[in-house]
């Protein structure tokens, strides 16, 4: 952005806000420019992308001739178009800021939009950064974390998300180890352990959780998506040529620390039998990074902040309502990418343009092109919902922990005190389960332990997770961390 | 705030800029950064994989989600607490202690509760 607009940007009311920039953010915010209305696009990283398009600094680094990164043709078009705007001043860019607090449209009469309050989240700047900006309407593209189950020693220096591996490769060509273990369930292993492989790391194996057999009552869908399946395909073959093994049905069931006792040194793994019982036999494996996922939970700050609904997806995702048009409950609102349901960047990226075509009004103008946009959504959408159905969390994953496993990190609670209060003292949501033991009480706010602790409440009562079980852990505010300086006014 | 508009196009300016180098201390020992590196990478690329204790159980923390979502990863820079390595850019000169972060997010308890 550009310091000079600063000023201008909080004197300034949108049409449109875009919140993020990822591939769904990017999407929204070129298709409301192109439409023609007055955009700001505000993002919590330094530089366009998200996490799906997180590349090297670009003051070092010249992003047009990066290799080896995913959709990268995609991101570079999308870019170009965004400067562009920003350069004509019909888009403004906000990097490095965070979304704290959302004040809705005045009842009745009064100002009619949006209040957003920001606060700057990179290094100081010349210029006053805006502390808010207003816009008719907002489109929420929020994206999405790893989600996370408890492992005994799990809290191990050396054992990471998946994501954030992945981040620090993508972001940084930063190694997280020399010798891996990728596991966890889902499509999103595969790239992980590729894109170590190729760095030079070692990977010893990925786990999946599940068996491939699932996705055989999928063909048909399967078949209308051809690129998911080349994509696939061609990970399997630089999986083969790496020589990495690609275990199904297998968990990895602990972590040990090293010599030192201070990181990982081994982990443990075994097999997912009949009925989802994990075997006894065990085999371990000697390696000094473990990176885990299970699917992704999507950021629910801001679509909690302006009341939207929400309800549990395929994954057990607690994710936003939206309709055709990418709408949420909340008039004025639209949501798109993960958010919305955990479906990919390609998803993300029409949801996205779909909601920053109908927000700049532009949606009778570009008939031809919102039909197109559903029905990419439709397929996408229908192939999101066969992978969920292929790689469910394993129902029974809490056989793996111990009395001594942390469940929540943050407020080291461990799983014998959760199993206490929901046995002994008959917590039987999660909301009460957080309030006797502290669990998701701490910095993360049960970011990394939300799923986890609310899976076990609904699971000591022997009944499914519901939305009402994610709910309370997914409620957060501020939306971001904001230091009592800020608030003050400093 | 950076963002689009002020970046160094022509490739000598970029090359001159991943050329340099960053300093900074952890504890006081000397490492180095390469630009635009956060100081989670810039530790892990010095084999450094924790930095802070765990109030209870004094266990080691380092980097985890690796994207600002976990707070496993907190530092203290320039005398300034409970800093996510993971987000925040090294700054030539950058000086990093390792603490035990405060009892919990003291914003989260002014606002939250
Ligand atoms: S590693 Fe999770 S917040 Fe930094």
Known sequence: MSGQHSSAAEQTVFDVAVVGAGPAGLGAAAAAARAGVRVVLIDAGHQLGGQYWRHPDESTTDPTRLAGYRDWGEFLALRERILRHCQTGAAVHLASTHVWFVEPPAAGGGRQSWTLHLMPGGPPSRETPPRTVCAERLILCPGAYDRQLPIPGWDLPGVMAAGGVQALLKGHHTLSGRRAVVAGTGPFLLPVAQQLARHGVDVLAVCEANGLARWMRHMPVVARTPAKVSEAATYARSLARARIPYRTATVLTRVDPDASGTQVGAVELARVGPGGLVEKARQRLEVDLVALGWGFTPSLELINAVGAQTRIDADQSLVAVVDDDQQSTVPGVFIAGEATGVGGAMLALAGGELAGIVAAEAGHLERARVRALRREIGRLRAFAAAMHDAHPVPARWPQWLTAETLVCRCEEVAYATLGNAITELGANDARTLKLLTRCAMGWCQGHVCGYASASLAAGGQGRALTADDLRPLAKQFPCAPVPLAHLAGE | ?113
Request: charged share 20%; proline share 7%.
């Open chain 2, 1 to 113: 705030m950076t963002g689009t508009g002020e970046r160094p196009t022509d490739e000598h300016a970029l090359a001159a800029a991943a050329a340099r180098v960053l300093k900074f201390t952890l504890d006081g020992r000397e490492l180095t950064a390469r630009p635009g590196q956060s100081v989670g990478a810039a530790l892990t690329d010095a084999g450094v994989r924790s930095w802070r204790h765990t109030r209870r159980g004094g266990r080691p923390r380092g980097l985890f989600c690796g994207i600002g979502i976990c707070y496993d990863c907190l530092i203290t820079a320039d005398g300034v607490p409970n800093l996510r390595a993971c987000l925040l850019p090294v700054v030539d000169g950058m000086r990093l202690t390792t603490s035990a972060p405060a009892k919990t997010p003291p914003a989260y308890d002014a606002l939250a509760r």
